[in-house]
């Protein structure tokens, strides 16, 4: 059964400053990885889709990169902004239409 | 991106009654689409998946008679909370994909607070 780590759960840092969350799975055959946003009370938000074959994503500030064979995933977020708070969550899926497993979420708050 | 939306956003009601919710997808079509369960500062629980034109696939302890089901078009998928009860107040989230293949992006609707009185 697939299960999907984030670490830290609970992130805080200063406007500025990079943010780096953490994503794990434990089964590395994966059709592909989404990070998503979610702001309180609120649906998510897609931010990027790495399919299992790429090593990484970029959008804007944003970047993800995908290590299938160690079964890890990052979410970089450069000059944070107090805009940035939000909780997010990593999902991953094993089959193409299949569902999507996720992690628990990092909910990060930027400082200004 | 794909929009899917989600209706009512905000739902109060009485124990013993039904809720309906609603997901769309607007601008594509889905054959299947997928009903999460999220609770307080929690991550999101799938309850079913919902295949357009048959009947949905429950995940391991979703009442498929409490949590009914509707996939009636390719765009449209409803879940009827029944009887519901103060224990059934969540946060229910729908989600579609454009297309099958792989690769495909998943879209999820705003979601929907209820809560059971």
């Known amino acids: 059964k697939q299960e999907v780590t984030q670490i830290p759960a609970a992130l805080s840092v200063p406007e500025g400053e990079n943010l780096v969350l953490n994503c794990s799975f434990t089964d590395s055959a994966i059709y592909n990885l989404q990070w998503f946003r979610q702001d309180p009370g609120k649906g998510l938000t897609s931010l990027l889709l790495i399919q299992s074959s790429q090593r990484e994503q970029t959008s804007g500030r944003l970047n993800a990169s995908l290590d299938k064979s160690s079964g890890r995933s990052t979410l970089y977020i450069a000059a944070s902004q107090p805009g940035d708070s939000a909780t997010y969550l990593c999902?991953?899926?094993?089959?193409?239409?299949?569902?999507?497993?996720f992690g628990g979420g990092t909910r990060v708050l930027v400082k200004p | 991106g794909a929009v899917v939306s989600q209706h009512p956003s905000r739902v109060i009601c009485k124990s013993g009654t039904s809720v309906k919710i609603e997901c769309r997808s607007l601008d594509f079509q889905a054959t299947t689409m997928f009903w999460y369960r999220q609770f307080p500062k929690q991550s999101l629980m799938l309850m079913a998946t919902s295949n357009e034109g048959s009947k949905a696939t429950y995940e391991q302890g979703v009442e498929k008679d409490k949590f009914l089901i509707n996939h009636a078009s390719l765009t449209l998928s409803t879940l009827t909370v029944t009887s519901a009860h103060p224990e059934d107040s969540s946060f229910y989230i729908c989600s579609a994909r454009e297309g099958t293949g792989q690769g495909t992006e998943a879209f999820f609707g705003q979601g929907t607070r209820l809560t059971v009185v």
């Open positions: 999902a991953v899926s094993k089959a193409a239409g299949n569902k999507l497993t």
